[in-house]
């Protein structure tokens, strides 16, 4: 089942949490909304099954206007993050509570909680009750129990969140095998970016009462639409200047990050085509930055080694270039070889991304981040 919600509006008292939230969510797949904690992802969760009513907007369900519907009309399943389970009831019980609600005989019942107890591994734990069980166990009642309603689409609100750090790679492991098995719909809100990743189709962030940009994981990556994504992502090369002047195809920036008011002259075969004193940001990842000992003719410069960070295979290196902070992340074996005291940073022309988010077209529309010009400049200064 496909979700949409189209301009969706929210607030409580005078605290908004929604302002115009768009979200197209494809049939089939696995979405996760990622945010920082506090921008309402439970709240969206809870909007779309139907227990929080939107102030304005619309929600379909594979086409279906369902905004006024009531949660028993909407077909979905939410398992809440603090599990729900009911104490004095053993797993049998638990996954069968909803399904006795429903007025299932007790052949289906016993029939669906055999199905969905061996697809989430409880078979053996039936006859328990809560109290003995673990963290993951518990989390797998709850899946089991919203699975048994065999529900259209499937919210997980933050499942992982209480669990160490091995069970929720075992979790992930078994939510995705679910999601193959039985192509539902599945919505699943956290702020843990490694889970989002190993476990979306898709990925929208959420960001003050906004979906601001909704991709694949890789997409989303390497072409974030705007310095909150790039920062929530984890990239830290991002630049913020001003456009002073544009001359043929050299772009004069002014970055305020640089203390010691140096300029860096780096050569780009493409930049955004931007009227003088317009901002700019764009963004380098730090795995395209590249140490050397050899100086190339351009976009290589003089640095200083800061600080080391041992990261598995891969030393992140902070750099000091003429007063910009720069993030390399490179193998060890490259990083070993190279001289510490006589290191240059180079600057591959296709790493540096554009945080505009908009569509690439010919220079002479004079649109933000339309196509780029060929040997281009930009001056830090």
Request: hydrophobic share 40%; net charge neutral; glycine share 6%.
């Amino acid at each position: 089942m496909s979700i949409r919600l189209e301009h969706i509006f929210k607030k409580f008292g005078d605290c908004p949490v929604f302002n115009d939230l768009n979200l197209p969510v494809n049939a089939g797949e696995y979405h996760v909304i990622l945010g920082p904690s506090g921008e309402g992802k439970t709240v969206l969760l809870k909007t779309i099954a139907g227990f929080i009513r939107p102030d304005r907007g619309r929600i379909y369900i594979h086409g279906t206007d369902v905004t006024m519907a009531s949660v028993q009309e909407r077909s979905v399943g939410l398992v809440f993050q603090d599990f729900a389970l009911f104490p004095h009831l053993t797993v049998h019980d638990n996954i069968a509570f909803g399904l006795r609600a429903q007025g299932c005989s007790k052949k289906t019942i016993n029939l669906k909680i055999d199905k969905y107890a061996a697809i989430t591994g409880l078979a053996r734990y039936l006859k328990k009750y809560p109290a003995t069980l673990s963290g993951g166990q518990k989390q797998r009642v709850a899946l089991a129990r919203a699975l048994a309603l065999e529900p259209e689409v499937l919210l997980l609100d933050e499942p992982l969140g209480s669990l160490d750090t091995s069970l929720q790679e075992e979790i992930r492991l078994e939510l995705k095998q679910i999601h193959h098995e039985l192509n539902m719909t599945i919505i699943h809100v956290t702020h843990n970016k490694t889970e989002a990743f190993f476990l979306a189709d898709n990925i929208s962030i959420i960001h003050k009462g906004k979906i601001v940009q909704t991709e694949t994981p890789e997409q989303l990556f390497y072409k974030p639409k705007s310095s909150f994504v790039a920062e929530f992502m984890g990239i830290t090369n991002i630049f913020d200047g001003r456009i002073v002047r544009e001359i043929k195809h050299n772009v004069h920036v002014h970055v305020a990050a640089n203390e010691y008011h140096e300029s860096l002259l780096l050569y780009l075969p493409k930049f955004p085509v931007i009227e003088d004193n317009e901002s700019i940001s764009f963004c380098i990842h730090p795995e395209k930055v590249i140490l050397t000992n050899r100086k190339y003719d351009r976009n290589c410069l003089p640095g200083h080694v800061f600080h080391i960070i041992s990261n598995g295979a891969m030393f992140d290196v902070i750099i000091d270039v003429m007063g910009h902070q720069i993030k390399a992340t490179v193998p060890k074996t490259v990083f070993n070889r190279i001289d510490k005291d006589d290191v240059f940073v180079y600057f591959p022309p296709e790493s540096f991304h554009p945080l505009c988010g908009k569509t690439h077209r010919m220079p002479e529309n004079k649109r933000k981040c339309m196509n780029y010009a060929a040997d281009s400049r930009i001056i830090l200064s």
